[in-house]
């Protein structure tokens, strides 16, 4: 699932090839695609697009009157379409814009996750379902990531992927941040304190402009298999810190990668989900 690195700079390139381009109609292509029913997307049609903006993983396009919050979930993208055929390929919705290119979401797949909000552009951060996140994860300062690991005991890595606790990251840079902090996938958040919570930020925002400045010499978002980092989806192969073997946590929707040497003091951790974790 693309995370805050890849839709930051989409948003970017979105921005830079859209901006001031005006919204003809919206068409959804699919029943699943429109999550709303006010305002209308017709409320926004002849309005310039301000910018693509950012909330968490939701693209926003940014219209005077209304804002479209965009979620890809795990197969969506966002793409430049310059054909606008009738039935695209995994076609969810489309955005037609007056004398020249469309903005077409699709999803590959059979999930039919990934959607489209309008929301009112005044107040479109207050409104569901961008009301629901925590502190964008590259903003949250150490004392109030400590408050919320006070607040809410968990394992950090589930931690680090609820989107209601902080925005932006998931599975992939869970992985890294709890490997940049040296901290196991499982360590719970109640006994980081000030000091753990410093090392997550730390890693937090190294992970995030890490991601970014790749993102950025692309053309478009980069596929999971290709995004830097150091033991996501690297199972088997060495640390890059300290060349031990990566390891992993299995679960039916995703892997937990860590290394032993770096993070849970050599220790390797039960590869179930019922098994006593390394706190």
């Known amino acids: 699932m693309p995370e805050l690195p890849e839709v930051q700079a989409h948003a970017e390139r979105l921005t830079h090839d859209f901006a001031g381009r005006v919204l003809e109609t919206f068409r959804p292509l699919a029943f699943t695609a429109l999550k709303t029913a006010i305002p209308r997307p017709e409320d ?72 489209v909000w309008a929301l009112p552009a005044a107040t479109a951060l207050d409104t569901a379902p961008l009301s629901a996140l925590g502190p964008e994860a590259d903003q949250v ?26 925005a932006g990251l998931g599975r992939r840079l869970a992985n890294e941040v709890c490997h940049r902090a040296r901290i196991s996938p499982f360590a719970m958040t109640g006994k980081l304190g000030l000091d753990g919570a410093t090392k997550v930020v730390d890693a937090i925002r190294g992970a995030i402009d890490e991601g970014i400045a790749y993102e950025r010499t692309r053309p ?14 690297r199972t088997g192969g ?23 040497t770096c993070q849970t003091g050599g220790k390797v951790l039960a590869d179930n989900t019922t098994s006593r974790f390394l706190k």
């Open 238 to 260: 060495p640390c890059p810190v300290c060349a031990d073997t990566v390891r992993a946590v299995e679960y039916s929707g995703y892997t937990v990668n860590y290394c032993p």
């Open 220 to 233: 478009d978002m980069s596929a999971s298999k290709d995004r830097p980092g150091g033991v996501h989806g």
């Open 141 to 166: 300062t150490p004392a109030e990531l400590a408050a919320l690991f006070t607040a809410t005991n968990q394992r950090i890595h589930g931690f680090l992927r609820d989107q209601h606790q902080l």
């Open 44 to 115: 926004a049609y002849g309005q310039a697009l301000a910018r693509v903006g950012r909330r968490g993983k939701y693209l926003l396009l940014e219209f005077a009157d209304v804002h479209f919050a965009v979620h890809l979930m795990q197969g969506g993208r966002l793409l430049v379409d310059t054909k606008q055929s009738a039935k695209p390929r995994g076609g969810q919705a489309r955005f037609v814009f007056t004398g020249g290119p469309a903005l077409l979401l699709t999803e590959a797949g059979n999930e039919r996750r990934a959607g």
